[in-house]
């Protein structure tokens, strides 16, 4: 028996910018200690910290299961609710009053085409403002995991997409009523906000969970099951038996008071409470949906929950203030199968979905199980899921003759022997490639020719026991492609030690007249796959960009990615501003 059975779905770490406050490393030691065998990572709109997460999780025996928590674009109007009134506020976050519309819709401010009557076409902006709804618009959000390899695969290729702004045919999204993306629109690049078609297009694989910041729970919140279901309508028509509705307690009443260190003043309603938890299980028995509970955890332990009131100030570029805070208490921290167990025994009793003491022990039970299994079902292997510790080396696909691309295309995806097979076939050819420069090679030095061919022969061999072949072979294809270009290329690093490298044209520095060592660069004692550091002229570098992926096609290309990380320095700036301190003592 498991020493904590209980799986946290729903787990924010710091690579969720100014929202997570624990490290995946963290998360990970603290899900150790409870003894829990299965925990996952749902950053916001991000990836980035999947390879810590799973090496972590890897080193503690811990099973991962990634997904991702996504702003949607609305597909309803919700009604808001002033200040205090119980239910979480969202929109602009100015308490505004509800009211009814000219085109009888519930709502509170001006309708869209009030605000786009004088911007001709597209929604007017909204007075600057420093801080507040101006930066943390408050969109509705998703969690979708993943499921296997596809479903890991489905999610990277989401997250690229909500980031690049991207609609559902794979173009960039505009505004329905056409023109140039403005300002204030949901899908644009760099603002990650997804219309339901473009999770739909990417959606194979992946498993959603509509929580209290979904359309859904936002419309149960305010106690209007009536936009809940028309919310939950499309979802279900996508993504079918692969959705459940998450239930998440932090065990506040509506509209608490937020018991902190700071004025104890009565702030917003929240998401979290425990009757909008038991509206939520309440609608997923109704509609026969299965229930899954969560704790929306955004810190590991419980003592961190002020660096998360911290986190939200920076995020939102406002005054650390009672008002400002979006916790009720300090649940949301990485809590433990009894107390959970607890939360899911409150959060039925107030459900009204069990009546006596047996069927509500049967309901507890059946929303932790649920909530296991689905666990069980979404639980990733590195290896076979991930492939964390495999070499990825390239496809022969495009770059060997007709005939052996047609034999390289036969083989892929026929298991380990079908991959040596075409591992040969790029051992073949890479040698191919490298004797039919030595002739000219050998011509414009005075090597000796065996001394020559023993190097290249060992090199050769190096390569072909590491199967790297077919990444060499890539690699002289991109540079070959740059100097086609006319731009400017050059190799450096120790990859300028190895002879094959200087015969497929990737370096210039002969080795062997240098003395350059090829085991300082690449050697069977090492299974990491080899640094190829190519630089070429920073003015034309996107025109080499576009050529590669025009050449080999965006499935088969990736950029690395560039976090934006805190350093002491700009943390002591953004913390102090948040604290309220003059810039001066800053």
Not at 11 to 21: E, F, I
Not at 45 to 59: I, K, Q, W
Not at 114 to 140: I, N
Not at 157 to 179: D, E, I, N, T
Request: aromatic share 4%.
């Amino acid at each position: 028996m498991l020493a904590d059975p209980f799986v946290h779905l729903h787990v924010a770490s710091g690579y969720s910018l100014r929202h997570g406050a624990s490290s995946p490393a963290a998360l990970v030691a603290r899900a150790a200690d409870l003894g829990q065998d299965v925990l996952a990572l749902t950053d916001r709109d991000g990836l980035y910290g999947t390879v810590r997460f799973v090496l972590a999780c890897r080193d503690a025996g811990i099973a991962p299961v990634l997904g991702v928590d996504l702003a949607v674009r609305p597909r309803i109007e919700v009604p808001e609710l002033p200040l205090g009134a119980g239910g979480w506020r969202g929109g602009d976050g100015l308490g505004s009053r509800v009211r009814r519309t000219a085109a009888g819709r519930l709502g509170s401010g001006p309708t869209l085409a009030e605000r786009t009557a004088a911007g001709g076409g597209r929604p007017a902006r909204r007075t600057p403002a420093r801080g507040g709804a101006e930066v943390d618009p408050r969109h509705p959000r998703v969690v979708l995991l993943a499921r296997g390899r596809t479903g890991y695969a489905s999610l990277c290729r989401l997250v690229s997409a909500a980031h690049l702004g991207l609609g559902a045919g794979g173009q960039a999204a505009v505004p329905a009523g056409g023109g140039t993306t403005g300002p204030d629109d949901q899908a644009r690049r760099g603002s990650p906000v997804v219309a339901l078609d473009v999770v739909a297009r990417h959606g194979e694989g992946l498993v959603v969970l509509l929580g209290p910041e979904s359309e859904v729970g936002r419309a149960l919140a305010r106690k209007r099951p009536d936009l809940a279901l028309a919310a939950l309508a499309p979802w279900r028509e996508v993504f079918g038996r692969r959705l459940a509705i998450e239930v998440v307690s932090h065990r506040a009443r509506d509209a608490a008071a937020a018991p902190t260190d700071l004025s104890g003043a009565r702030t917003r309603g929240l998401p979290y409470s425990s009757s909008a938890a038991a509206r939520m299980l309440a609608f997923a028995r109704e509609h026969g949906l299965p229930a899954v509970l969560t704790n929306a955890v955004r810190h590991a332990e419980r003592d961190q929950a002020p660096v998360v009131d911290v986190l939200d100030a920076i995020r939102r570029l406002v005054p650390l203030d009672s008002r400002h805070l979006d916790r009720a208490n300090g649940e949301g921290h990485l809590a433990d199968g009894l107390r959970m167990e607890q939360v899911a025994r409150e959060v039925v009793a107030l459900s009204g979905v069990a009546q006596g003491e047996h069927a509500l022990e049967r309901e507890v039970a059946r929303l932790l199980a649920d909530t296991r299994t689905l666990a069980e079902a979404c639980r990733l292997d590195p290896v076979a899921d991930l492939g964390i510790g495999e070499v990825h080396v390239p496809g022969l696909d495009l770059l060997l003759p007709a005939g052996a691309a047609e034999r390289s295309s036969a083989v892929r995806g026929r298991g380990p022997a079908a991959l040596a097979a075409e591992a040969l076939e790029a051992d073949r050819h890479l040698r191919a490639r490298c004797e039919s420069a030595l002739a000219d090679y050998l011509g414009r030095t005075r090597h000796r020719e065996h001394e020559v061919q023993e190097r290249l022969d060992d090199e050769l061999a190096t390569i072909a026991t590491l199967g790297f072949a077919g990444y060499f072979l890539t690699v002289g294809e991109v540079v070959g492609l740059i100097q086609g270009m006319g731009v400017r290329v050059a190799a450096r690093g120790s990859g300028a030690g190895s002879l094959v490298n200087h015969l497929l044209g990737i370096s210039g520095v002969d080795p062997l007249a240098h003395g350059l060592l090829m085991e300082r660069f690449l050697s069977p004692l090492r299974r990491a796959l080899p640094d190829i550091d190519v630089d070429v002229e920073s003015a034309r570098r996107t025109e080499v960009y576009e050529r590669i992926l025009e050449r080999f096609g965006g499935e088969r290309c990736a950029c690395v990615s560039m976090r934006d990380t805190y350093r002491v320095r700009h943390a002591v700036r953004d913390v102090g501003a948040a604290l309220g301190m003059p810039p001066g003592e800053i």
